[in-house]
């Protein structure tokens, strides 16, 4: 698989709320620097795990809609919208955030994450 496969699977449909999904991804020294609308973040392997399960119990869909994606040797940049359907109304789908990641990759595996995401 290459960088831009890997990070695409990732994201992939409801991908973000399989918890173990997720964790076959993530490299095991993976770091992600988050700055959100809310602060600045700094999740390690087991909070990105963790997030994901949090994500699983609050949503039935989950949807990255990729609108931009380069990648340049094991480097992956991806410019997405979530999108979401909770489990009060799973007809309708919800605008989570608009999100710009660089992803470093090593091993195969998702190392280093740069985001930046907005309400």
């Known amino acids: 698989?290459?960088?831009?496969?890997?990070?695409?699977?990732?994201?992939?449909?409801?991908?973000?709320?399989?918890?173990?999904?997720?964790?076959?991804?993530?490299?095991?020294?993976?770091?992600?620097?988050?700055?959100?609308?809310?602060?600045?973040?700094?999740?390690?392997?087991?909070?990105?795990?963790?997030?994901?399960?949090?994500l699983g119990k609050a949503y039935v869909r989950s949807k990255a809609r990729i609108t931009h994606i380069l990648e340049d040797g094991n480097t992956v940049s991806v410019r997405y919208s979530h999108y979401v359907k909770t489990i009060e109304n799973p007809r309708e789908e919800m605008l989570l955030a608009h999100f710009m990641v660089i992803w470093e990759l090593k091993n195969n595996k998702l190392f280093r994450g740069y985001q930046m995401s907005q309400l």
């Open 1 to 54: 698989m290459s960088a831009k496969e890997i990070v695409q699977e990732f994201y992939k449909s409801d991908a973000l709320l399989e918890a173990e999904t997720i964790a076959k991804l993530l490299h095991t020294d993976v770091v992600l620097e988050w700055h959100s609308s809310k602060g600045y973040l700094k999740l390690k392997r087991q909070e990105i795990i963790d997030l994901s399960a949090e």
